[in-house]
Protein backbone atom coordinates (compact mmCIF):
# COMPACT_ATOMS: atom_id res chain seq x y z
CA UNK A 1 0.00 0.00 0.00
CA UNK A 2 1.00 3.70 -0.60
CA UNK A 3 -0.19 6.34 0.89
CA UNK A 4 0.78 10.85 -0.03
CA UNK A 5 1.35 12.87 2.07
CA UNK A 6 -1.71 15.15 3.27
CA UNK A 7 -2.66 18.45 2.15
CA UNK A 8 -4.00 21.10 5.01
CA UNK A 9 -6.73 23.05 3.88
CA UNK A 10 -9.14 24.88 6.30
CA UNK A 11 -12.19 27.40 5.87
CA UNK A 12 -15.18 28.67 7.94
CA UNK A 13 -17.73 25.86 9.26
CA UNK A 14 -21.16 26.59 7.72
CA UNK A 15 -23.35 29.39 9.48
CA UNK A 16 -20.01 31.20 10.56
CA UNK A 17 -18.82 34.48 9.89
CA UNK A 18 -14.90 35.86 9.70
CA UNK A 19 -16.10 39.00 11.43
CA UNK A 20 -18.04 40.45 14.49
CA UNK A 21 -17.83 41.72 17.78
CA UNK A 22 -16.34 40.55 20.77
CA UNK A 23 -17.12 38.01 22.07
CA UNK A 24 -16.66 36.33 18.89
CA UNK A 25 -17.62 33.01 18.22
CA UNK A 26 -16.02 31.35 15.27
CA UNK A 27 -16.29 27.41 13.69
CA UNK A 28 -13.59 26.22 12.02
CA UNK A 29 -13.88 23.19 9.60
CA UNK A 30 -11.04 21.23 8.45
CA UNK A 31 -10.91 20.40 5.00
CA UNK A 32 -7.24 18.69 4.08
CA UNK A 33 -6.66 15.78 1.94
CA UNK A 34 -4.59 12.74 2.05
CA UNK A 35 -4.10 10.63 4.96
CA UNK A 36 -3.94 12.59 8.12
CA UNK A 37 -4.62 11.65 12.04
CA UNK A 38 -3.67 14.69 14.15
CA UNK A 39 -4.79 18.28 14.24
CA UNK A 40 -3.35 21.64 15.73
CA UNK A 41 -4.73 24.87 15.38
CA UNK A 42 -3.48 28.10 16.59
CA UNK A 43 -6.22 30.71 16.40
CA UNK A 44 -3.91 34.15 16.90
CA UNK A 45 -5.08 35.16 19.99
CA UNK A 46 -2.80 32.80 21.72
CA UNK A 47 -5.35 29.63 22.08
CA UNK A 48 -4.94 26.56 20.54
CA UNK A 49 -6.97 23.15 19.78
CA UNK A 50 -6.61 19.81 18.63
CA UNK A 51 -9.54 19.03 17.45
CA UNK A 52 -10.75 18.12 14.06
CA UNK A 53 -13.33 21.13 13.74
CA UNK A 54 -12.84 22.99 16.50
CA UNK A 55 -15.10 26.04 17.76
CA UNK A 56 -13.31 28.86 19.45
CA UNK A 57 -14.49 32.31 20.87
CA UNK A 58 -12.50 35.42 20.29
CA UNK A 59 -12.42 38.05 23.58
CA UNK A 60 -10.72 40.78 22.55
CA UNK A 61 -10.68 42.91 18.91
CA UNK A 62 -8.69 42.48 17.25
CA UNK A 63 -7.66 41.01 13.40
CA UNK A 64 -6.31 37.30 13.84
CA UNK A 65 -4.47 34.58 11.68
CA UNK A 66 -5.12 31.58 11.90
CA UNK A 67 -2.75 28.38 11.11
CA UNK A 68 -3.59 24.54 10.86
CA UNK A 69 -1.45 22.15 10.79
CA UNK A 70 -1.63 18.44 10.42
CA UNK A 71 0.51 15.18 10.53
CA UNK A 72 0.14 11.42 9.58
CA UNK A 73 1.73 8.13 10.01
CA UNK A 74 1.63 5.47 7.50
CA UNK A 75 3.77 2.70 8.86
CA UNK A 76 7.66 4.93 9.37
CA UNK A 77 6.60 7.26 7.46
CA UNK A 78 5.87 10.58 8.61
CA UNK A 79 4.31 13.65 6.62
CA UNK A 80 2.45 16.53 7.44
CA UNK A 81 1.40 19.77 5.91
CA UNK A 82 -0.29 23.38 7.40
CA UNK A 83 -1.77 26.33 5.76
CA UNK A 84 -1.75 29.61 7.34
CA UNK A 85 -4.69 32.44 6.85
CA UNK A 86 -3.43 36.14 7.43
CA UNK A 87 -5.92 38.31 9.18
CA UNK A 88 -8.48 35.77 8.73
CA UNK A 89 -10.67 36.38 11.64
CA UNK A 90 -11.41 40.68 12.67
CA UNK A 91 -13.07 40.86 15.80
CA UNK A 92 -14.31 44.56 16.76
CA UNK A 93 -13.51 47.42 15.83
CA UNK A 94 -9.54 47.38 15.10
CA UNK A 95 -6.68 48.85 13.86
CA UNK A 96 -3.13 47.24 15.00
CA UNK A 97 -0.74 49.78 13.78
CA UNK A 98 -0.03 53.16 11.87
CA UNK A 99 3.27 53.78 10.13
CA UNK A 100 4.46 57.49 9.29
CA UNK A 101 6.97 58.76 6.62
CA UNK A 102 9.24 60.76 7.84
CA UNK A 103 9.68 60.49 11.39
CA UNK A 104 12.20 63.08 11.50
CA UNK A 105 13.37 66.15 9.99
CA UNK A 106 13.45 69.87 10.44
CA UNK A 107 10.42 72.31 11.00
CA UNK A 108 8.05 72.65 8.11
CA UNK A 109 8.55 68.86 7.33
CA UNK A 110 5.20 67.36 6.22
CA UNK A 111 4.63 63.57 7.43
CA UNK A 112 2.23 60.91 5.76
CA UNK A 113 0.53 58.69 8.27
CA UNK A 114 -0.92 55.43 7.23
CA UNK A 115 -2.89 52.52 9.48
CA UNK A 116 -2.48 49.16 9.02
CA UNK A 117 -4.42 46.26 9.15
CA UNK A 118 -8.09 48.02 10.40
CA UNK A 119 -11.44 46.56 10.19
CA UNK A 120 -14.74 47.58 11.48
CA UNK A 121 -13.49 51.37 11.33
CA UNK A 122 -16.34 54.37 10.45
CA UNK A 123 -14.37 56.98 12.04
CA UNK A 124 -10.82 58.13 12.32
CA UNK A 125 -9.26 60.79 15.10
CA UNK A 126 -5.79 61.85 14.37
CA UNK A 127 -3.78 63.85 17.12
CA UNK A 128 -0.60 65.17 16.28
CA UNK A 129 1.12 65.89 19.60
CA UNK A 130 1.79 69.32 18.60
CA UNK A 131 -1.24 70.76 19.65
CA UNK A 132 -2.75 71.20 16.11
CA UNK A 133 -6.74 69.93 15.02
CA UNK A 134 -6.89 66.49 15.04
CA UNK A 135 -7.47 65.22 11.84
CA UNK A 136 -10.29 62.49 10.55
CA UNK A 137 -9.12 61.26 7.21
CA UNK A 138 -8.21 57.61 7.25
CA UNK A 139 -4.67 58.46 5.48
CA UNK A 140 -3.80 61.88 6.87
CA UNK A 141 -0.79 64.36 6.04
CA UNK A 142 0.28 66.78 8.79
CA UNK A 143 3.39 69.59 8.67
CA UNK A 144 5.32 70.43 11.87
CA UNK A 145 5.89 73.85 11.90
CA UNK A 146 8.33 74.09 15.05
CA UNK A 147 10.88 71.70 16.86
CA UNK A 148 10.30 69.52 19.19
CA UNK A 149 9.60 65.28 20.12
CA UNK A 150 5.81 64.47 19.55
CA UNK A 151 3.82 61.30 20.69
CA UNK A 152 0.83 60.54 17.80
CA UNK A 153 -2.73 59.19 18.78
CA UNK A 154 -4.94 56.98 16.54
CA UNK A 155 -8.15 56.77 17.89
CA UNK A 156 -10.91 54.49 15.56
CA UNK A 157 -14.53 53.47 16.47
CA UNK A 158 -17.23 51.60 14.56
CA UNK A 159 -20.59 49.36 15.62
CA UNK A 160 -18.25 47.35 17.44
CA UNK A 161 -16.64 50.24 20.15
CA UNK A 162 -13.21 52.28 20.08
CA UNK A 163 -9.52 51.27 20.19
CA UNK A 164 -6.70 53.62 20.19
CA UNK A 165 -2.69 53.21 19.30
CA UNK A 166 -0.83 55.39 21.15
CA UNK A 167 2.85 56.02 20.08
CA UNK A 168 5.38 58.14 22.41
CA UNK A 169 7.58 60.13 21.07
CA UNK A 170 7.13 59.08 17.86
CA UNK A 171 7.73 62.17 15.34
CA UNK A 172 11.69 64.28 15.94
CA UNK A 173 11.41 67.54 14.95
CA UNK A 174 14.98 70.16 14.52
CA UNK A 175 14.68 73.61 14.35
CA UNK A 176 16.18 73.98 11.40
CA UNK A 177 16.29 77.44 9.46
CA UNK A 178 13.96 78.25 6.27
CA UNK A 179 15.44 80.93 4.74
CA UNK A 180 13.77 83.87 3.86
CA UNK A 181 14.02 87.95 2.86
CA UNK A 182 12.19 90.99 2.02
CA UNK A 183 12.72 94.04 0.56
CA UNK A 184 11.32 97.69 0.21
CA UNK A 185 10.84 97.61 -3.51
CA UNK A 186 11.62 94.65 -6.69
CA UNK A 187 11.94 97.90 -9.28
CA UNK A 188 13.19 101.36 -9.90
CA UNK A 189 15.08 103.18 -12.28
CA UNK A 190 18.66 103.15 -12.05
CA UNK A 191 20.77 104.20 -9.53
CA UNK A 192 18.21 102.26 -7.35
CA UNK A 193 18.29 101.20 -3.91
CA UNK A 194 16.89 98.82 -2.45
CA UNK A 195 16.45 97.94 1.13
CA UNK A 196 17.03 94.15 2.04
CA UNK A 197 16.43 92.58 5.54
CA UNK A 198 16.80 88.82 6.79
CA UNK A 199 13.31 87.38 7.41
CA UNK A 200 13.82 83.71 7.67
CA UNK A 201 12.56 81.51 11.10
CA UNK A 202 14.83 79.74 12.77
CA UNK A 203 12.47 77.86 14.90
CA UNK A 204 14.01 79.32 18.50
CA UNK A 205 17.63 78.29 17.17
CA UNK A 206 20.04 81.17 17.07
CA UNK A 207 21.77 82.16 13.64
CA UNK A 208 24.81 81.20 13.77
CA UNK A 209 25.73 82.04 9.83
CA UNK A 210 23.86 84.63 7.40
CA UNK A 211 25.53 84.84 3.60
CA UNK A 212 23.79 87.19 0.85
CA UNK A 213 24.52 86.73 -3.03
CA UNK A 214 23.87 89.71 -4.99
CA UNK A 215 25.58 89.55 -8.91
CA UNK A 216 28.93 89.48 -8.04
CA UNK A 217 28.61 91.35 -4.57
CA UNK A 218 28.15 89.44 -1.46
CA UNK A 219 27.38 90.83 2.17
CA UNK A 220 27.28 89.06 5.87
CA UNK A 221 24.99 91.55 7.39
CA UNK A 222 21.37 90.85 8.22
CA UNK A 223 19.76 94.33 7.40
CA UNK A 224 21.39 96.35 4.64
CA UNK A 225 21.07 98.52 1.35
CA UNK A 226 22.33 97.85 -1.82
CA UNK A 227 22.63 100.19 -4.79
CA UNK A 228 22.23 98.96 -8.19
CA UNK A 229 24.02 101.56 -10.82
CA UNK A 230 23.17 99.96 -14.55
CA UNK A 231 19.96 98.92 -15.84
CA UNK A 232 19.38 94.72 -15.59
CA UNK A 233 17.36 91.85 -14.18
CA UNK A 234 19.17 90.98 -10.80
CA UNK A 235 18.44 87.66 -8.97
CA UNK A 236 19.04 87.19 -4.90
CA UNK A 237 20.37 84.43 -2.89
CA UNK A 238 20.02 84.03 1.02
CA UNK A 239 21.99 81.55 2.77
CA UNK A 240 21.72 81.08 6.65
CA UNK A 241 22.49 78.51 9.33
CA UNK A 242 22.27 77.29 12.93
CA UNK A 243 23.39 74.71 14.83
CA UNK A 244 20.97 72.14 13.48
CA UNK A 245 21.50 72.81 9.69
CA UNK A 246 21.57 75.25 6.45
CA UNK A 247 18.55 76.64 4.21
CA UNK A 248 18.80 78.82 1.15
CA UNK A 249 16.50 80.61 -1.06
CA UNK A 250 16.85 81.96 -4.76
CA UNK A 251 15.22 84.47 -6.30
CA UNK A 252 15.90 84.76 -9.49
CA UNK A 253 15.73 87.17 -11.79
CA UNK A 254 14.28 89.11 -8.65
CA UNK A 255 15.21 92.94 -8.92
CA UNK A 256 14.27 95.01 -12.02
CA UNK A 257 16.39 98.12 -12.73
CA UNK A 258 15.09 100.74 -15.57
CA UNK A 259 17.81 103.19 -17.11
CA UNK A 260 16.23 105.36 -19.67
CA UNK A 261 13.71 104.80 -21.57
CA UNK A 262 16.42 104.34 -24.91
CA UNK A 263 15.29 103.39 -28.49
CA UNK A 264 16.70 102.29 -31.37
CA UNK A 265 14.22 102.08 -34.60
CA UNK A 266 14.08 100.96 -38.29
CA UNK A 267 12.04 100.51 -41.21
CA UNK A 268 10.23 97.25 -42.04
CA UNK A 269 10.60 97.05 -45.86
CA UNK A 270 11.15 99.63 -48.46
CA UNK A 271 12.12 103.22 -47.41
CA UNK A 272 12.15 104.74 -50.75
CA UNK A 273 9.52 103.96 -53.59
CA UNK A 274 6.65 105.49 -55.57
CA UNK A 275 3.63 106.72 -54.38
CA UNK A 276 0.62 104.18 -55.33
CA UNK A 277 -2.40 104.61 -57.12
CA UNK A 278 -3.78 105.60 -53.65
CA UNK A 279 -1.54 108.60 -54.12
CA UNK A 280 -0.24 106.97 -50.42
CA UNK A 281 3.68 105.71 -50.20
CA UNK A 282 2.82 103.25 -46.91
CA UNK A 283 6.19 102.73 -44.58
CA UNK A 284 5.79 100.29 -41.16
CA UNK A 285 8.46 101.88 -38.47
CA UNK A 286 9.25 99.24 -35.24
CA UNK A 287 11.21 100.45 -32.24
CA UNK A 288 13.09 98.25 -29.98
CA UNK A 289 14.08 98.57 -26.15
CA UNK A 290 17.79 99.17 -25.71
CA UNK A 291 18.87 99.31 -21.84
CA UNK A 292 15.41 99.59 -20.70
CA UNK A 293 13.51 95.82 -19.94
CA UNK A 294 10.45 96.66 -19.20
CA UNK A 295 7.67 98.75 -21.04
CA UNK A 296 6.82 100.10 -17.67
CA UNK A 297 10.33 102.34 -18.26
CA UNK A 298 8.09 104.23 -21.08
CA UNK A 299 5.26 106.54 -20.03
CA UNK A 300 4.77 107.33 -24.17
CA UNK A 301 6.11 107.39 -27.09
CA UNK A 302 5.24 109.70 -30.07
CA UNK A 303 6.09 109.30 -33.69
CA UNK A 304 7.11 112.63 -35.76
CA UNK A 305 6.91 111.44 -39.38
CA UNK A 306 8.10 114.31 -41.48
CA UNK A 307 5.47 115.34 -43.30
CA UNK A 308 3.79 117.42 -40.45
CA UNK A 309 1.77 114.65 -38.76
CA UNK A 310 3.08 112.51 -36.08
CA UNK A 311 1.04 110.14 -33.66
CA UNK A 312 -1.26 110.68 -31.05
CA UNK A 313 0.89 110.49 -27.48
CA UNK A 314 -2.30 109.12 -25.55
CA UNK A 315 -2.35 106.30 -27.41
CA UNK A 316 -1.12 102.98 -25.61
CA UNK A 317 2.85 102.41 -26.65
CA UNK A 318 2.71 102.19 -30.11
CA UNK A 319 6.46 99.94 -31.00
CA UNK A 320 5.32 99.77 -34.15
CA UNK A 321 3.22 101.79 -36.68
CA UNK A 322 2.32 102.54 -40.04
CA UNK A 323 2.32 105.53 -41.58
CA UNK A 324 0.86 106.51 -45.48
CA UNK A 325 3.43 108.93 -46.98
CA UNK A 326 0.56 110.79 -49.54
CA UNK A 327 3.58 113.88 -51.14
CA UNK A 328 6.56 113.51 -52.65
CA UNK A 329 9.53 114.59 -50.90
CA UNK A 330 12.55 113.40 -48.51
CA UNK A 331 11.41 113.11 -44.91
CA UNK A 332 13.38 112.77 -41.76
CA UNK A 333 11.52 110.34 -39.20
CA UNK A 334 12.05 111.18 -35.65
CA UNK A 335 10.65 109.10 -31.90
CA UNK A 336 10.67 110.50 -28.83
CA UNK A 337 9.96 108.94 -26.08
CA UNK A 338 9.13 109.52 -22.38
CA UNK A 339 9.78 107.56 -19.11
CA UNK A 340 10.22 108.14 -15.53
CA UNK A 341 13.98 107.01 -15.39
CA UNK A 342 14.99 109.68 -17.89
CA UNK A 343 16.50 112.39 -15.37
CA UNK A 344 15.63 115.85 -17.33
CA UNK A 345 12.41 116.66 -15.63
CA UNK A 346 9.70 116.07 -18.77
CA UNK A 347 12.40 115.79 -21.76
CA UNK A 348 12.31 113.21 -24.16
CA UNK A 349 14.77 110.94 -25.62
CA UNK A 350 15.14 111.37 -29.21
CA UNK A 351 15.90 109.30 -31.61
CA UNK A 352 16.20 110.71 -35.67
CA UNK A 353 16.95 108.93 -38.68
CA UNK A 354 17.59 112.09 -41.00
CA UNK A 355 16.51 111.90 -44.80
CA UNK A 356 15.06 108.26 -44.21
CA UNK A 357 11.61 108.27 -46.07
CA UNK A 358 12.12 109.11 -49.70
CA UNK A 359 8.42 109.18 -51.64
CA UNK A 360 7.90 110.36 -55.50
CA UNK A 361 5.66 110.13 -58.62
CA UNK A 362 6.68 107.57 -61.31
CA UNK A 363 7.73 109.85 -64.02
CA UNK A 364 7.65 109.32 -67.91
CA UNK A 365 11.07 108.77 -69.06
CA UNK A 366 9.76 109.13 -72.60
CA UNK A 367 10.04 113.11 -71.48
CA UNK A 368 13.76 112.75 -70.73
CA UNK A 369 16.87 114.01 -72.95
CA UNK A 370 19.31 117.04 -72.92
CA UNK A 371 21.79 118.51 -75.61
CA UNK A 372 24.84 119.68 -75.83
CA UNK A 373 26.54 122.95 -76.91
CA UNK A 374 27.82 125.97 -77.88
CA UNK A 375 28.76 126.15 -81.65
CA UNK A 376 30.48 122.65 -81.79
CA UNK A 377 30.04 121.03 -85.16
CA UNK A 378 28.20 118.28 -85.24
CA UNK A 379 29.06 114.68 -87.43
CA UNK A 380 27.07 111.72 -87.63
CA UNK A 381 28.56 109.75 -84.65
CA UNK A 382 27.92 112.92 -82.47
CA UNK A 383 29.75 116.37 -81.76
CA UNK A 384 32.77 117.40 -82.73
CA UNK A 385 35.29 119.86 -81.01
CA UNK A 386 39.08 120.62 -79.66
CA UNK A 387 40.59 120.86 -76.72
CA UNK A 388 39.56 124.56 -76.29
CA UNK A 389 35.73 124.30 -76.58
CA UNK A 390 33.63 123.97 -73.29
CA UNK A 391 30.89 122.51 -73.89
CA UNK A 392 27.01 123.19 -71.84
CA UNK A 393 25.18 120.56 -71.08
CA UNK A 394 21.36 120.94 -70.24
CA UNK A 395 18.74 118.59 -69.19
CA UNK A 396 15.72 119.32 -70.84
CA UNK A 397 12.96 117.11 -69.69
CA UNK A 398 11.26 119.60 -67.47
CA UNK A 399 10.96 116.84 -64.90
CA UNK A 400 10.51 117.87 -60.61
CA UNK A 401 12.14 116.31 -57.87
CA UNK A 402 14.95 114.53 -59.53
CA UNK A 403 18.49 114.18 -59.42
CA UNK A 404 20.97 114.44 -61.99
CA UNK A 405 24.52 112.49 -62.55
CA UNK A 406 26.65 113.43 -65.35
CA UNK A 407 29.42 111.41 -66.23
CA UNK A 408 31.38 112.73 -69.02
CA UNK A 409 33.29 109.69 -69.71
CA UNK A 410 37.11 111.07 -68.77
CA UNK A 411 36.16 110.52 -65.47
CA UNK A 412 35.04 113.67 -64.76
CA UNK A 413 31.06 113.83 -63.52
CA UNK A 414 28.43 116.35 -61.95
CA UNK A 415 25.45 116.61 -60.13
CA UNK A 416 23.38 119.81 -61.53
CA UNK A 417 20.65 120.23 -64.09
CA UNK A 418 22.49 122.40 -66.49
CA UNK A 419 26.51 122.18 -66.29
CA UNK A 420 29.72 122.82 -68.66
CA UNK A 421 33.04 120.75 -69.13
CA UNK A 422 35.98 121.04 -71.50
CA UNK A 423 37.97 117.86 -72.40
CA UNK A 424 41.69 118.34 -71.82
CA UNK A 425 42.37 114.84 -74.44
CA UNK A 426 41.49 114.20 -77.78
CA UNK A 427 39.27 111.35 -77.98
CA UNK A 428 35.87 110.10 -78.49
CA UNK A 429 33.57 110.34 -75.25
CA UNK A 430 30.58 108.68 -74.12
CA UNK A 431 28.46 111.36 -71.73
CA UNK A 432 25.63 109.65 -69.84
CA UNK A 433 22.65 111.82 -67.60
CA UNK A 434 21.10 109.41 -65.10
CA UNK A 435 17.46 111.06 -63.96
CA UNK A 436 16.40 109.41 -60.92
CA UNK A 437 14.08 110.01 -57.78
CA UNK A 438 12.63 107.56 -55.59
CA UNK A 439 10.57 105.84 -57.84
CA UNK A 440 12.55 105.10 -60.79
CA UNK A 441 15.21 106.30 -63.25
CA UNK A 442 16.34 106.38 -66.68
CA UNK A 443 19.77 106.74 -68.52
CA UNK A 444 20.81 108.84 -71.35
CA UNK A 445 23.79 108.77 -73.65
CA UNK A 446 26.00 110.76 -76.32
CA UNK A 447 29.26 110.89 -77.76
CA UNK A 448 31.98 113.63 -78.27
CA UNK A 449 34.27 113.74 -80.23
CA UNK A 450 37.45 116.37 -79.50
CA UNK A 451 39.45 116.08 -82.66
CA UNK A 452 42.33 118.90 -83.55
CA UNK A 453 41.57 122.32 -85.74
CA UNK A 454 41.53 122.64 -89.16
CA UNK A 455 44.51 123.98 -90.97
CA UNK A 456 41.93 127.03 -91.79
CA UNK A 457 40.85 127.47 -88.11
CA UNK A 458 37.91 125.97 -88.77
CA UNK A 459 36.18 122.53 -87.64
CA UNK A 460 36.14 119.19 -89.75
CA UNK A 461 32.58 118.61 -91.24
CA UNK A 462 31.15 115.40 -91.42
CA UNK A 463 27.55 114.60 -92.45
CA UNK A 464 24.30 115.37 -90.92
CA UNK A 465 23.97 115.98 -86.65
CA UNK A 466 22.95 113.15 -84.68
CA UNK A 467 19.42 112.72 -83.32
CA UNK A 468 19.91 112.06 -79.43
CA UNK A 469 16.74 111.49 -77.04
Known sequence: TIAGHPTAEFSLDTGYTDSGCAPFTVGFLDKSSGPHQSWFWD???????????????YTEPGSYTVTLSITDTTGNDVGGDFETKRRFIIVGTTVDSFTVSPDSGCAGMEVSFTPTDFAGVTTWNWRFGDGSTPSGDSTPTHIYDSAGVFTCTLTVTGGCGTKEIVYDSLIWVDPCPVARFTVDKTEGCAPCTVSFADASDYHGSPRTGI????????????????VFDTAGM??????????SGS??????????????PELTFSAVGATQGCLAESWNFYVTFEAEMGSALDTAVFDSLVWYFGDGKR????????FRVTHAYDSAGLY?????????????GDSAIVNTMVDYICASPLFETALAGFT?????????AGIQ????VVFNFTDTSGLTGITWSWNFGDGISDTTQTTTHQYSSTGTYIVTLTLANCCNDTILTDSIIIDTMGAFGSFRRYGNPAVRR
Do not use: E, K
Open 311 to 318: SNPDDPLQ
Open 372 to 380: IGPDADTIA
Open 247 to 260: DDTVASDFITVWGP
Open 385 to 388: GDTS
Open 43 to 57: FGDGDSSLDTNPIHT
Open 211 to 226: DWRIGADSSNDTMFDY
Open 332 to 344: TVSLYSYGPCYYN
Open 234 to 243: YSVTLTVQND
